[in-house]
């Protein structure tokens, strides 16, 4: 499967963004989702992750209650609806897919891979 991301940009503090991954390939349905992020010199780190229906939905406790994931399988795409951003949010966020059961918040656990969309906070 083959993963596109989009929507990243400059924001100021307490300002929204929504990112899009795009899905072709292989049954999207089939995988779980999931969205990390990685700033200068820092591990990538789970945010947010989705199960195959979009029934169930995990967060890392820095962007609980900020950050939302949603899917449409219709269409292919995952989402991440992201408000309240802060400075510490910037970095490059990518979409990652899987076959496990659930999302795994580790990063090798994930088989595909988009290129990444930068996301700014300035303050």
């Known amino acids: 499967v083959q993963l596109v991301e989009s929507g990243g940009g400059l924001v100021q503090a307490g300002g929204s963004l929504r990112l899009s991954c795009a899905a072709s390939?292989?049954?999207?349905?089939?995988?779980?989702v999931a969205w990390f992020r990685q700033a200068s010199g820092i591990e990538r780190e789970f945010v947010a992750g989705?199960?195959?229906?979009?029934?169930?939905?995990w967060y890392s406790d820095s962007v609980k209650g900020r950050f939302t994931i949603s899917r449409d399988n219709a269409l292919n795409t995952v989402f991440l609806q992201m408000n309240s951003l802060k400075p510490e949010d910037t970095a490059v966020y990518y979409c990652?897919?899987?076959?496990?059961?659930?999302?795994?918040?580790?990063?090798?656990?994930?088989?595909?891979w988009g290129q990444g969309t930068q996301v700014t906070v300035s303050s």
């Open positions: 989705t199960s195959r229906s979009g029934d169930s939905t």
């Open positions: 990652a897919a899987s076959k496990d059961l659930v999302p795994a918040t580790e990063w090798h656990r994930y088989d595909y």
């Open positions: 390939g292989r049954t999207f349905s089939w995988y779980v």
